[in-house]
């Protein structure tokens, strides 16, 4: 209990924003090489990192996560989240969280015991939801998910549908405005490591928003499993004066259903066509999202097949994506027929 400071109210916008630390939280893509200097001279207390492929294990003063998705045509990079206020840490067992202000990043592993992905998923969300209450930050704004062997079948279903249906078990029964509330969120496979969760929570709700070109996926029918997916394809987040919007994992869905099977090229227009009419809807929402504002943007784009690099990345050309950083990595996604998968966070500032 009591992990969450406590900021004394004031009347005054301008003492508040002094008393009361601005939860912005700042993501970078840094070359591994580079990421020890990048610490040193960033002027920002890291939150946590994330590296890729087969960088070092550094020892470092926020959580380290490491996942096995191998890095595309660069070199290893970290994906580096940060805010410009101290930053406290909490560890208890698997789980792990940093905080500053009124934001909390946190990271979970689970191996694999009795009951199959289906419980671990169960377990996790449950102790990661139990933290959040506990902690003042009860409203979850992002979450990723990876394990491995994401399309394999293991005890009569395919393990993504297994993983569904434990964190969908535990969301429904303890996240409050269930299944509205969801955060945005990304499912994919990786080519070893235990479970691993990591999201960012808020002691204030952010928006949810959805894709006028797809349903919900928690409103998904049954044909995808006997859980629907959970979660909502972006979240808007505001805090003093920067507005952001997390973009959960887009594929090449309309509808639910799954378009241009074994072509490449044709679901990476499909995801950037999706993404565009999902920034369309944000914007409309938050109108401090325009063009003319000019959001800094960064975009991870999963690749299942490393050969299909050379195909998708001309593709990827839409002006909201030329003028951000971008990411290849390869992961395995979460419908077998699925090539391609791209997610991102916008910042307005
Ligand atoms: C889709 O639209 C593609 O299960 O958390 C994308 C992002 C997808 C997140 C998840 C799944 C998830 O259904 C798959």
Known sequence: ????????????????????????????????????????????????????????????????????????????QCEVWSCDHPVRLHKDGDLSAAISGDLLFGYITAVEADGGLNRTAYRAYQQLLRLLHESGFPHLWRIWNYFPQINEEQHGLERYRSFCMGRHEALAGMLPGFPASLPAGTAVGTQSGPLQ????????????????????AYDY??????????????????????????ISGTASVVGHQSQHE?????????????????????QCTAHCLDQETKPQSVFKVYVRNPKHLETVRPILRAPFLLSSQLLYLQGDLCRKELLVEIEG????D
């Open 345 to 348: 966070l916008m910042t307005t």
């Open 197 to 216: 969760i990591y999201f960012l929570a808020g002691a204030h709700p952010g928006r949810p928003i959805g894709n006028p070109r797809q349903i919900n």
């Open 1 to 76: 209990m009591g992990i969450r400071h406590r900021h004394s109210s004031s009347s005054s916008a301008s003492a508040q924003r002094v008393l009361d630390p601005a939860s912005q939280v700042k993501l970078a893509y840094v070359e591994s090489a580079d990421l020890t200097r990048w610490l040193a001279t960033s002027g920002t207390s890291p939150l946590a990192v994330v590296s890729f492929g087969s960088s070092p294990t550094l020892s470092l003063p926020c959580p380290v996560i490491q996942l096995d998705l191998p890095v595309l045509g660069c070199p290893d």
């Open 262 to 282: 074994g072509l490449a090229d044709m679901q990476a227009l499909e995801t950037v066509e999706n993404l565009r009419a999902l920034i369309e809807r944000a």
């Open 221 to 246: 029918p049954k044909i995808y499993g006997p859980r629907s997916p959970s979660f909502a394809r972006a979240t808007l987040c505001r805090s003093d004066g920067t507005t952001q919007l997390f």
